[in-house]
T-cell receptor, first 115, second 114 residues
Framework: GENVEQHPSTLSVQEGDSAVIKCTYS??????FPWYKQELGKRPQLIID?????GEKKDQRIAVTLNKTAKHFSLHITETQPEDSAVYFC??????????????FGAGTQVVVTP | DGGITQSPKYLFRKEGQNVTLSCEQN?????MYWYRQDPGQGLRLIYY???????QKGDIAEGYSVSREKKESFPLTVTSAQKNPTAFYLC?????????????FGSGTRLTVV
């Protein structure tokens, strides 16, 4: 099955700086890679996703890059703000047809943005 | 609650008891999932169901059971065989067919053993 590793586990940045979170995956058949943001005590919310036929995707201050050859993908947050403080999870789907929709999650990155 | 409702929000279980967590969705999604979240370990899949009357074990199914008698409902029972049930439990759903767009999550149930 799929195995997803995420680094770093914690990340402290000054407001206005950039934050980068990196993930690797093992299943070469994976083709969908979402990123979720979870605030304390709340449900994870999808913030951006990328498919394997795309190398980069951007949405305002958030961007995701994917390197299929190396099996890694990254989340980039620019001009960080205090409201970006949260836990961020990367995930990858299992590529087999009989496990459609199964996501394997990374362990999460606690991002703290200090004013 | 974004179309998927979990209840209760907090649940306390005594040693040796079975408890059932509710998950209901009105999104007309075929697929539903249960994940367990522990600090520092991300989300781990317990069970998933891609269609009514069918479900599959995830990575940590021991000590848990589910049913899927209705499309809208996917309750999770934490049995007394689950030795360390204290965790945050998240239910999720997705359309189940076509291009995958990730999950809609419920707001979670925090289970504590007392």
């Amino acid at each position: 099955g799929e195995n997803v590793e995420q680094h770093p586990s914690t990340l402290s940045v000054q407001e206005g700086d950039s934050a980068v979170i990196k993930c690797t995956y093992s299943d070469s058949a994976s083709n969908y890679f979402p990123w979720y943001k979870q605030e304390l005590g709340k449900r994870p919310q999808l913030i951006i996703d990328i498919r394997s036929n795309v190398g980069e995707k951007k949405d305002q201050r958030i961007a995701v890059t994917l390197n299929k050859t190396a099996k890694h993908f990254s989340l980039h947050i620019t001009e960080t703000q205090p409201e970006d403080s949260a836990v961020y999870f990367c995930a990858a789907n299992e590529g087999r047809t009989d496990s459609w929709g199964k996501l394997q999650f990374g362990a999460g990155t606690q991002v703290v943005v200090t004013p | 609650d974004g179309g998927i409702t979990q209840s209760p929000k907090y649940l306390f279980r005594k040693e040796g008891q079975n408890v059932t967590l509710s998950c209901e969705q009105n999104l007309n999604h075929d697929a539903m999932y249960w994940y367990r979240q522990d600090p520092g370990q991300g989300l781990r899949l317990i069970y998933y169901s891609q269609i009514v009357n069918d479900f599959q074990k995830g990575d940590i199914a021991e000590g848990y059971s589910v049913s899927r008698e209705k499309k809208e409902s996917f309750p999770l029972t934490v049995t007394s065989a689950q030795k360390n049930p204290t965790a945050f439990y998240l239910c999720a759903s997705s359309p189940g067919t076509g291009e995958f767009y990730g999950y809609t999550f419920g707001s979670g149930t925090r289970l504590t053993v007392v």
